[in-house]
Structures are given as structure tokens and as C-alpha cells.
């Protein structure tokens, strides 16, 4: 563990220069540039407002901002949109990366940094967007503001242990991608982004229960709609559980790093 961070250390120049190059490159031929960025996710949430509003602004009671509901998807979306972008770009890493891997000599731990990184830039412009909005509009939560540091702490860390996990099975697997991009597709609508926990069968609120996501976006709108603290209670489970997914994928990558390049 101790020789993979001095080996990120040793290449930050590397990972930092990757980060800007990535960026320019996807927006560079673009005419609007890095506003697709703010475009995308916005288009979402005004698409899921004016279908969605309408049915749950009665669902969501206690919320008395005009801005109620579109607050809430945001505060899902968003971070949502984080997780699945450190997940479906790590778990494709090594893939993406095969000539560069067979080329260079540079720790290959550095590629899901890069990629974990890239993904936090781009949360940071869209989040600081959202958060001047909030304070514009008088919704801005106060001192709970603060919860979502640890939050998004324990969010990346869930997020890159799967996806260094995933990365390492899908260079021998290929089949582990594939799966995972459907996935991910029945996992967004298996957490309450779009529609309130509260107003979902018990049935169903059992299920969801088991859904690491559903405790950290609860977490996020508990902060961003309702203005309180999260339920740290739900929160440590999940810290646990990336943990553990962080030593499988690191166990995973250290024991076939040298197998990958062959096998690319």
C-alpha cells in the first residue's frame, strides 16, 4: 500500500498533466466548450422536473421551496452522475489505456487516479455552479453545508474501490464491462434520485435498504432539501465497505499488474 502512494507521489507531475490534457482534449473542438459539462446534467434535471414535478411536490411534505424538487434532483443527480463516472471509466482504465500501457513505463495504479481525479474537476465546476444557485435563491442549508466533505469522502472511496475492482476483472473478463454498464443503468432507478425513499412500498423501502447509494444520496438531500444533518449511522457501513472494496482491488491489481500488459 505504502509503495503504491509514494509511486502516485513520485508521478503526480504525470497525473496532474493528464488531468489537464483529458480536459482540453474534450473540449477543445467543441464550440461551447466546458459549458456541455453544466449543459448535460442540466438538461436531466429540467427533463425529470417537468415530467416529475407535478407527482411529487405532494410527495415531498415539509418542503415548502419553489425550488423543492428540482433541489432534490440535483442533490442526486449530481453525485450521482460522480459515482458513475469513477465507476464506468475506472472499470475501462486498463482496456482504454492498452498501447500507452505497453509503451510507457509509469505506475499503472497512476491510470485510476487520473481518473478519479478528472472526475472530481469536473464535479467541483458543476457543485460550485449548484452552490452559487443555492445561495442565490435563499436555499443555501448553512452550517450543514459542511457534511457533504465527509460524504463525498466516503463516496469516492466506495466509488474507486469498485471501480479498481472492476477495472483489473475486466482486462481478463471482458464480459465484467459489459454487465456493469446495464447494471449501472438498474442501480440509478434502484435509488431514490428521482422519487422520495419515503414514498416508496415497504417492500420495496426493504430492498433499498441494501443499497449503499441510497444511504450516501439520502444523505446528500437530507443536507441539500431539508437542511439537517445526514444519518451518519447508515454512513459508517458504507466507509466499511469501500474500504474493503479498496484492499480487493488493490490485492486484485497487485497480484495481476504484470499479467495485464500480456493479456492487453
Known amino acids: 500500500m505504502s509503495a503504491l502512494l509514494s509511486a502516485v507521489l513520485r508521478y503526480r507531475g504525470f497525473i496532474i498533466g493528464s488531468v489537464k490534457r483529458e480536459f482540453q482534449t474534450r473540449y477543445r473542438t467543441s464550440m461551447l466548450g466546458a459549458a456541455w459539462l453544466v449543459l448535460q446534467p442540466l438538461a436531466m434535471i429540467l427533463v425529470?422536473?417537468?415530467?416529475?414535478?407535478?407527482?411529487?411536490?405532494?410527495?415531498?411534505?415539509?418542503?415548502?421551496?419553489?425550488?423543492?424538487?428540482?433541489?432534490?434532483?440535483?442533490?442526486?443527480?449530481?453525485?450521482?452522475?460522480?459515482?458513475?463516472?469513477?465507476?464506468?471509466?475506472?472499470?475501462?482504465?486498463?482496456?482504454?489505456?492498452?498501447?500507452?500501457?505497453?509503451?510507457?513505463?509509469?505506475?499503472?495504479?497512476?491510470?485510476?487516479?487520473?481518473?478519479?481525479?478528472?472526475?472530481?474537476?469536473?464535479?467541483?465546476?458543476?457543485?460550485?455552479?449548484?452552490?452559487?444557485?443555492l445561495i442565490l435563491s435563499g436555499n443555501f442549508p448553512g452550517i450543514p453545508f459542511v457534511a457533504l466533505i465527509p460524504l463525498l469522502v466516503v463516496q469516492t472511496i466506495f466509488?474507486?474501490?469498485?471501480?479498481?475492482?472492476?477495472?483489473?476483472?475486466?482486462?481478463?473478463?471482458r464480459d465484467v464491462g459489459q454487465f456493469m454498464t446495464i447494471f449501472l443503468q438498474f442501480w440509478f432507478w434502484f435509488t431514490p434520485v428521482v422519487y422520495p425513499w419515503h414514498a416508496l412500498p415497504d417492500e420495496a423501502k426493504a430492498l433499498v435498504k441494501f443499497n449503499p447509494m441510497a444511504d450516501l444520496i439520502m444523505g446528500y438531500q437530507a443536507i441539500l432539501v431539508n437542511r439537517e444533518w445526514p444519518d451518519w449511522s447508515v454512513v459508517w457501513p458504507v466507509l466499511v465497505a469501500g474500504l474493503l472494496l479498496c484492499a480487493f482491488g488493490l490485492y486484485l491489481f497487485r497480484r495481476h499488474a504484470a499479467e495485464m500488459v500480456d493479456e492487453l
Open 48 to 133: 425529470y422536473t417537468v415530467i416529475f414535478a407535478g407527482v411529487m411536490k405532494s410527495r415531498m411534505p415539509g418542503v415548502q421551496s419553489t425550488f423543492g424538487y428540482s433541489i432534490y434532483l440535483c442533490a442526486g443527480i449530481l453525485t450521482w452522475g460522480l459515482f458513475a463516472e469513477i465507476v464506468s471509466r475506472a472499470q475501462n482504465v486498463f482496456v482504454e489505456n492498452a498501447n500507452l500501457l505497453k509503451k510507457l513505463s509509469f505506475p499503472r495504479i497512476a491510470l485510476p487516479v487520473i481518473v478519479t481525479v478528472s472526475a472530481l474537476v469536473n464535479f467541483g465546476i458543476i457543485f460550485s455552479l449548484f452552490t452559487i444557485f
Open 159 to 173: 466509488a474507486i474501490g469498485l471501480g479498481i475492482s472492476l477495472g483489473v476483472l475486466n482486462v481478463f473478463f
